[in-house]
């Protein structure tokens, strides 16, 4: 009896499935979980604060007063009017800019500070924080007014202000950059100085705490020596 042989069966293409992804720490992030607390700041002061609900075609007046009756912010072209700064009462002017104006747009009776700075991420702004505060707070107590001021009166003279107000006024940076946009709608401190900033609110909020702590441990202290 003649044996059958078998064919072979045909050959069935499987397709192979690749393994789900896992989400990684960056997508969670994005998702907003264990997002920094920085990251979470500045997102939100970009979206809430930064971001323009109705575009403006109106230019600001120059300088722009941003701050009860002494703090200015412009750009190069504020220096250009001699009559309006000293009609504002100007004593003091910060240049925040990479090239010194020339010596001619800067009036001889004028209090003037430079430093140099380019409006870039990576540039350290932060550095100059506690020299400008100083510094506009003189005019301050002089007084005076101050004018302070970068190419455009956009990020460098913003992000210095914000600092004065941050330190010399206890506003956060969110209430600072309010205050300021309110009066000057333009403003735009470049993503690398925001981020400064937050470092620098956290650092003067810990100051604080610290400096409260203290306090109370000198009353402590006087009430158990009584």
């Known amino acids: 009896m003649a044996t059958a042989t078998r064919r072979p069966l045909p050959t069935l ?6 393994p ?4 990684s720490q960056k997508a969670e992030s994005k998702n ?3 997002i920094d607390p920085i990251e979470r700041r500045l997102l939100n002061i970009r979206l809430h604060i930064l971001q323009p609900i109705v575009r403006r075609t109106q230019t600001p007046t120059e300088p ?9 912010i412009g750009g190069l072209k504020s220096l250009g009017n001699r009559v309006r700064l000293t009609r504002l009462k100007i004593t ?3 240049s925040v800019v990479f090239i010194p ?12 500070l430079f430093l140099k700075a380019d409006d870039h991420i ?3 702004i932060r550095q100059y924080f506690e020299q400008a505060c100083a510094f506009i707070d003189e005019a301050r107590q002089s007084k005076g007014g101050v004018l302070v001021h970068c190419v455009c009166g956009v990020s460098r003279s913003t992000s210095l202000c914000c600092a004065y107000l941050m330190k010399h006024h206890s506003m956060s940076l969110e209430q600072a950059l309010v205050q300021i946009r309110s009066r000057r709608h333009i403003i735009q401190p470049n993503i ?3 981020r400064q900033l937050l470092l620098y609110d956290e650092q003067l909020q810990l100051d604080h705490t610290r400096q409260e702590k203290t306090a109370m441990n000198v009353i402590i202290e006087k009430i158990e020596n009584i």
């Open 13 to 18: 293409k499987v397709k192979q499935l690749n």
């Open 20 to 23: 789900p992804r896992i989400p």
């Open 32 to 34: 907003g979980k264990d």
């Open 64 to 72: 722009t007063l941003v701050f009860d009756s002494f703090l200015y």
């Open 92 to 94: 003091h002017i910060l």
């Open 101 to 112: 104006p020339a010596k001619n747009l800067v009036p001889s009776h004028i209090k003037h």
């Open 122 to 124: 990576a540039f350290n």
């Open 192 to 194: 690398g100085f925001l």
